[in-house]
């Protein structure tokens, strides 16, 4: 078993350290950061991080829940191997580029007019 490259397992969740600035917890889940087919790649590289159960798996903005979020981490992962790695090709080993991407689209804007377009 491979250790974070990205970040420490010391009760503190990733995502609310990063978005809020704090967020210790007495319980933090292990998340490889590319599931799936990839798995096994975020282990052998250390790309995994330490989440409280909400942002794991049970809130909106839970990884599992929210893309948005998944995509976040997997930027920042993505980013952290770059830096480690740096004789590695990221995209030739993982498929694809999650720097290059556009951020999805969480809300539903049917209907929506930009307030340029109202007036």
């Avoid at 004789?87 to 804007?109: A, K």
Wanted: hydrophobic fraction near 30%; charged fraction near 30%; glycine fraction near 6%.
């Amino acid at each position: 078993m491979s250790k974070s490259i990205i970040q420490r397992k010391d009760g503190i969740c990733y995502l609310c350290e990063k978005l809020y600035g704090g967020g210790w917890h007495q319980q933090v889940e292990e998340h490889h950061c590319f599931d799936a087919a990839n798995r096994h790649l975020s282990e052998h590289y250390g790309l995994k991080v330490y989440l409280c159960l909400g942002h794991h798996r049970t809130s909106k903005e839970a990884v599992h829940q929210n893309a948005e979020m998944m995509r976040l981490v997997q930027r920042d992962a993505q980013k952290a191997f770059e830096s480690k790695y740096t004789d590695l090709n990221f995209r030739e080993i993982f498929g694809r580029n999650y720097l290059d991407e556009e951020p999805e689209e969480l809300h539903d804007i049917s209907g929506f007019i930009p307030l340029e377009e109202a007036i």
